[in-house]
């Protein structure tokens, strides 16, 4: 059983996020965002950008074509949209984070669900970056930890998200290749299975050698 807990080198920030709740930072190159899964069956959705220059953010193509994979795991990089390493992924106890089911909100929840006034990921996104002077327009699509989407030559699984096979513990190292800054939503949802039907808090570290 994989102990996220357990940090390996010095803390710089340790937060516990409660369920459904967004979080915000800035990790400075060099240091490792590590994101723990502490009860298990919890999606974590993550956004970065550039801290000198926001325009600069996660590229979902670039990194996909990079890594030759729709599933990140360890090893792999997180692209900018010019092609610029942004984070590098150094460890991880899962395996196979999602990159192409998107963040959930509350006009998808209805779209998709028939789930009226409920709230999302996006909804936590905006709230997350407007420290930071971003909003709406800098919102793109985004990497999902410790989610799962199956994809076959045929169709996507009928509520897209799968049951996760992350247990308590479970976590993913991103070492910073520049100074990001990072959103991170705890995923609030309830209506599909990637959550386990509850919502559960996560730990968020940086730390550095």
């Not at 942004?86 to 998808?108: A, E, K, L, V």
């Not at 190292?173 to 100074?179: G, Q, T, V």
Request: charge should be neutral.
């Amino acid at each position: 059983m994989a102990d996220g807990n357990k940090i390996p080198g010095r803390i710089v920030r340790d937060d516990k996020v409660a369920p459904g709740q967004p979080w915000n930072g800035i990790v400075k190159k060099g240091q490792t965002l590590r994101v723990i899964d502490l009860e298990g069956h919890q999606g974590v959705d993550f956004l970065c950008y550039n801290a000198e220059n926001p325009e600069e953010r996660y590229h979902a193509p670039n990194t996909l074509k990079k890594s030759l994979t729709l599933k990140l795991t360890k090893g792999h990089t997180l692209y900018s949209d010019v092609a610029r390493p942004m984070f590098t992924i150094t460890d991880d106890s899962y395996g196979g984070h999602d990159t192409i089911g998107g963040c959930c909100s509350g006009p998808s929840n209805e779209m998709l669900y028939g789930a009226k006034g409920t709230t999302g990921c996006r909804e936590n996104f905006l709230a997350a970056l407007k420290p930071h002077g971003l909003g709406r327009k800098d919102i793109v699509p985004n990497v999902n930890f410790f989610c799962t989407v199956p994809v076959d030559d045929r169709k996507l699984a009928d509520t897209v998200f799968v049951p996760s096979h992350a247990t308590s513990g479970d976590y993913i190292d991103l070492r910073a290749e520049m100074d990001a800054i990072t959103v991170i939503s705890n995923c609030p949802q309830v209506n599909n299975p990637c959550n386990a039907g509850a919502p559960k808090p996560i730990r968020i570290v940086i730390w550095q050698q």
